[in-house]
């Protein structure tokens, strides 16, 4: 390795200074300050807390947003969570003169923008342990104090120098649209290996499908068939890496052999892709592929609820044409920020000859012979079977698309339920050589991670 000069030079630049945190801080406990006194004035008893990555020293430079948790007793009901919890958050982007935003995870809870800062209100339960648990929110507050009861300054520097690693090469964050690591993975990971080093060694070196990691011994790995399961050290009966995709997985194991072999500070800067519409066209014009690119337009939706939507929609896409026998060699898909889904089908062959055959039984099987011969009429034998040419019902993949999304053929796809109506309302679907020709940077960056899959894993 290069050394710690190196990894101090890094921390540098993506570690808030004292200074930096002690003016978040002081804005952090302004906020509680004004939810606490309301609640007072309105004789309700919660404690109101700073959680998250910003409470336990592990928050990158530049991505200080606020997790401000209300946390109420457990004789509260449900429904009062969810009321006061609205309430006070609402009154206090309102006191600051913020924009508020309701959002869902397991009950509803207020996201304000405030001074630039984005900052979530939300209400749980002042829970001791795992066996209170009322909601899955409700263990954000233990996780919270596991942490800064476990982790050393030091150890939140290697989580900080993780992080960001993780973050160039696109595998943190554990909502759907990267389904990666998450921040309190990234912690747990340091907990057990001490040094961002010692984690990419061990990833490179000794990970595998199924690889376990249980801080506190519980003994409950074989509970889970996940890629990688670490125990919850606060929760024996849950998998924080559960989210994780095989794909981030594998792709992390991969940068990180890839670091070990050759370690530079690139791997922790964003890689920004650098190409031109005509390397993208030539590239797909070598592959001698045919590529589409589907475009639709999506509801704003939180992206856990809209990203599987999308997922749900290519992956049907990709069944129906492999029941018409159009094979997909890649897919792929992303949502722009005008909230525009673009699936990428990129097909060995868009057109296929007019008739395909079907294998029947061995002439000697007699009754599935007749059954054979009774569907098919014009089967016929070839050496010791029955075959049959029958006409294909599309052979363009334009006329396959063109076809199921007419309404009363839908039925055929299985659709996000949010997808639907926009695709019937208004779609486009055409060549990927036509569709990038409009030059849209965050088009081509995302076309050109089709075509090299590995770009951010190698330096």
Not at 414 to 430: M, S
Request: hydrophobic share 35%; net charge negative; glycine share 4%.
């Amino acid at each position: 390795m290069q050394g710690d000069i190196i990894y101090n030079q890094i921390l540098n630049s993506i570690k808030p200074s004292e200074e930096e945190r002690k003016v978040l801080l002081s804005f952090s406990d302004k906020l509680r300050n004004i939810i606490l006194d309301y609640a007072k004035e309105k004789n309700v008893t919660i404690d109101c807390r700073l959680v998250g990555s910003m409470a336990k020293k592990t928050s990158l430079i530049d991505k200080a947003d606020f997790d401000i948790f209300m946390t109420f007793p457990l004789d509260y009901s449900e429904e009062e969570l969810k009321e006061y919890g609205l309430e006070f958050g609402q009154y206090c982007i309102n006191v600051v003169g913020g924009e508020s935003e309701k959002r869902y995870a397991s009950h509803p809870y207020i996201t304000g923008l405030i001074d630039g800062f984005e900052v979530d209100f939300v209400p749980c339960y002042n829970i001791k342990d795992a066996n209170e648990l009322k909601s899955a929110v409700d263990r954000t507050i233990l996780h919270t104090d596991y942490v800064q009861s476990h982790l050393t300054d030091e150890e939140a520097d290697q989580v900080l120098l993780l992080k960001k690693f993780m973050s160039s090469i696109n595998t943190y964050g554990a909502n759907y649209k990267v389904s990666g690591f998450s921040g309190y993975l990234c912690e747990l990971l340091i907990l057990e290996y001490h040094t961002f080093e010692n984690v990419i060694t061990n990833a490179a070196n000794n990970w595998h499908n199924k690889f376990e990691i249980d801080l506190e011994e519980y003994g409950t790995c074989s509970n889970y068939k996940d890629p990688l399961i670490v125990i919850d050290p606060v929760d024996k009966n849950r998998n924080v890496a559960a989210a994780l995709s095989m794909q981030k997985f594998s792709e992390f194991i991969v940068a990180s052999r890839n670091y070990l072999k050759n370690p530079s500070e690139d791997y922790f800067e964003d890689k920004h892709v650098k190409t031109s519409v005509d390397e993208i066209i030539h590239e797909f014009n070598k592959r001698q592929t045919k590529c589409y690119v589907l475009s639709f337009n999506v509801p704003k939706l939180p992206t856990d609820v809209i990203y599987p939507q999308v997922n749900k929609t290519m992956k049907s896409l990709e069944k129906v044409s492999k029941m018409y026998d159009f094979r997909l060699l890649e897919k792929g898909y992303y949502i722009s920020s005008d909230n525009v889904a673009h699936i990428l089908l990129e097909y060995e062959v868009d057109k296929l000859s007019n008739v395909k055959i079907h294998h029947g039984p061995l002439v000697q099987d007699a009754n599935n012979s007749i059954n054979f011969k009774n569907k098919y009429p014009n089967a016929y034998i070839h050496n010791n079977k029955w075959i049959s040419l029958t006409n294909r019902k599309y052979i363009t993949v334009q006329d396959m698309i063109t076809n199921i999304f007419k309404k009363e053929n839908m039925s055929i796809l299985k659709l996000g339920k949010n997808i639907k109506e926009e695709i019937l309302n208004k779609y486009f679907f055409e060549e990927v050589t036509e569709y990038i020709k409009s030059e849209n940077t965050e088009d081509l960056s995302n076309i050109y991670m089709h075509l090299y899959p590995n770009f951010k894993l190698e330096r």
